[in-house]
């Protein structure tokens, strides 16, 4: 019999030549019990085909070989007389029948999960591109006010949010809406709640959606007070975007997203998401332990409305404000676990300034002023304020002429933000991370914003008796810097992990708006110093306990110290 062919089956098909070869064994089965003495069966021949073939592992080969030598001598001492339906049906060992089962077994399980229709976990295909996460926090917190905090600090940003304050004191007796400053608000239960979801469109395409919690629609806090009667909370589009990454190094969103860039809390709140477009570089440099980034964002942070005013015919051209960033970084890794990582940034932020009105004689029935738009969407406390209107005085009655005012922004800015972080390894496994961030608005000037305002600043001022108020009278700065030392597992991984950090930061009233940064901290805002400590304890998988303490009081003006004290569980999955 010729080999040749078989030698070339392997895999499956070699399988199915066995099988076949075995089938024709059988056909020729009944001749060999009529086999000449002294002769090789067909049988022999075949298995020693199949041996010398690879078709069949050599002791499997052996102990078939054996078993039909065997028959084959039987057959010859006594031969066999078949009777009519006899079918005579060799033996195959139970190491080839293994062998047989295993392989096929292997190659059907292969097939299935490939093309889902037979795996125990088996799911949807497009099950496996989406990605769920979330959060949830409780929190119990503590606001604490000194008894020597003054009893005048204005809401400005309720007196923008409604139709203006009249500071007439002939026609309104009334004082402005007041923050509270001396009465202490102790465990206050708290929640925050984010829910997203994550979907991988094609290759280089993702996209997602987030919902998070929230007392209002403001940008810096998703954090939910409880009570309001037990009444149902409230769930806002936290984020929602599109990301394409042609490249490794390369990334691009757009939409509403996480930060894109590398910031402290003095600047950027931890909750806040920016609106836009943002273009992000990274790459490494493997051999040297260095690596680059660098990130462009574009943010719309106001559109003119489409029909403002809206009582006259002849519309506002359209004055949007935005905030372009771009930011430049690196991190150099170095020794064993040491990292040195750095990013300097520049934020202009365009058209955010107040703007004097022209006069506008809202006596007669006009309901707006033409700058009334430059007043900030959205505001903390902080900032140096100016008014905004240029209210005409009604001829026939002057002195009781109703002067309802808003505020903007008195100072330009254009901010250059610069991070420093090193990391280190200390003792017992744990690490040491030491970060240093230090900010400039190099579009501060007490002098423009005097001229600008024509004298209208209200808040940040100082006076003495009758003297002539002019820019030296405004008490402000340009600066802000942090400084933050954190020491434990810098990274949670299990239960038992635990850090603690101790940090000092002080912001002057124009460094930055005060709009975006941190709410937690002198309760949010600019004209802050103080130090502030916590510690964190994971007690459980993704589930960790949160202590902190901040302790902040006013850089310029009237006295402000105010104490916050949080303790919450963070659950994350």
Known sequence: MKTAGLKKISGPFKRVALVGAIGLALVAGNAQAQQAPGQESTMVKLIRSLIDSGALEPDAGRLLLEEAMGDGRSAAATPAQPQPGDVRVPYIPQTVRDEIREEVKAEVLAQAREERWAAPDAVPEWTQRIRVEGDVRVRNESRLYSDNNSDIEVDWGAINAGSGYDVNPNTNLLLPPLRNTREDRTNSWRIRARLGITADLGEHTQAGVRLATGNDNGPVSTTQTLGGGLEKKDAWIDQAWIAWSPADWLRVVGGRFDNPYWSTETVFSNDLNFDG?????????????????????????????????????????????????????????????HRLRGALAYYDFRRITGRLSEPCALYAGADHCSTDWTRPAF????????????????????????????????????????????????????????????????????????????????????????????????????????????????????????????????????ALPDAYNDSDFHLGGTNAKGYYLGASWMFDKRVWLNGSWFAAKEVFGPPLSIDVFQLEVNAKF
Do not use: C, H
């Open 277 to 337: 477009i943002a273009f992000a570089y990274s790459d490494a440099f493997y051999s040297d332990g260095l690596s680059v980034f660098a990130t462009l964002g574009l943010t719309p942070l106001e559109y003119s409305s489409d029909n403002f005013p809206g009582t006259s015919r002849e519309k506002a051209e359209s004055r949007d404000k935005w905030l372009n960033g771009l930011q430049l970084g690196a991190e150099w890794a170095f020794n064993d676990d």
């Open 379 to 510: 505001m903390q406390k902080g900032n140096t304020l100016m008014l905004l209107r240029d209210i005409s005085l009604d001829p026939i009655d002057p002195a009781n002429t109703p002067q309802p005012q808003y505020v903007g922004l008195a100072s330009e800015f254009e901010l250059l933000d610069m991070n420093l972080r090193y990391t280190l390894p200390a003792f017992g496994g744990y690490g040491l991370q030491l970060d240093a961030n230090w900010v400039r608005n190099m579009a501060y000037d007490a002098q423009e914003m005097w001229e600008r305002s024509r004298g209208g600043i209200v808040t940040n001022l100082s006076a003495a008796g009758d003297e002539e108020l002019s820019s030296d009278n405004i008490e402000s700065g340009d600066t802000a810097y942090q400084f933050q030392a954190t020491f434990g597992l810098l990274q949670f991984a299990q239960p038992g992990d635990w850090n603690a950090w101790l940090g000092y930061r002080r912001i002057d009233p124009d």
